[in-house]
Nanobody, 126 residues
Framework: QVQLVESGGASVQAGGSLRLSCVVS????????VAWFRQVPGKEREGVAA????????WYSDSAKGRFTITQDNDKNTVYLHMNSLKVEDAGMYYC???????????????????WGHGTQVTVSS
């Protein structure tokens, strides 16, 4: 069973930056895709970014492109979401998700992922 622990959420002003962390254990050989999702009250959880852990492929939502970057540190079993130029609409609970299969066109599908973290809260004020 893969366990995911997120951290790094905080309250920031619009235009600011944050780095979210997701520690994945165990990491190698069990996880091929790690993604970040965002959820706000009353709305479905939506994909923000995904990473193929065995290669260099990444995927981003339209709203995240150009502002967010997903990276990994294999030595630390950690996937990061670097968020720059934050907007009020970026606020929400951010969840890390993992799948044993390689990410593809279905990276935004929630049921593609078999493990989820408990989330970390991001608040962006104007």
């Amino acid at each position: 069973q893969v366990q995911l622990v997120e951290s790094g959420g905080a309250s920031v002003q619009a235009g600011g930056s944050l780095r979210l962390s997701c520690v994945v254990s165990p990491y190698m050989y069990t996880t091929n895709c790690v993604a970040w999702f965002r959820q706000v009250p009353g709305k479905e959880r939506e994909g923000v970014a995904a990473l193929y852990t065995s290669g260099t492929f990444t995927w981003y939502s339209d709203s995240a492109k150009g502002r967010f970057t997903i990276t990994q540190d294999n030595d630390k079993n950690t996937v990061y979401l670097h968020m720059n130029s934050l907007k009020v609409e970026d606020a929400g609970m951010y969840y890390c998700a993992a799948a044993p299969l390689k990410c593809g066109s279905d990276w935004k599908q929630r049921d593609f992922y078999t493990s989820w973290g408990h989330g970390t809260q991001v608040t962006v004020s104007s």
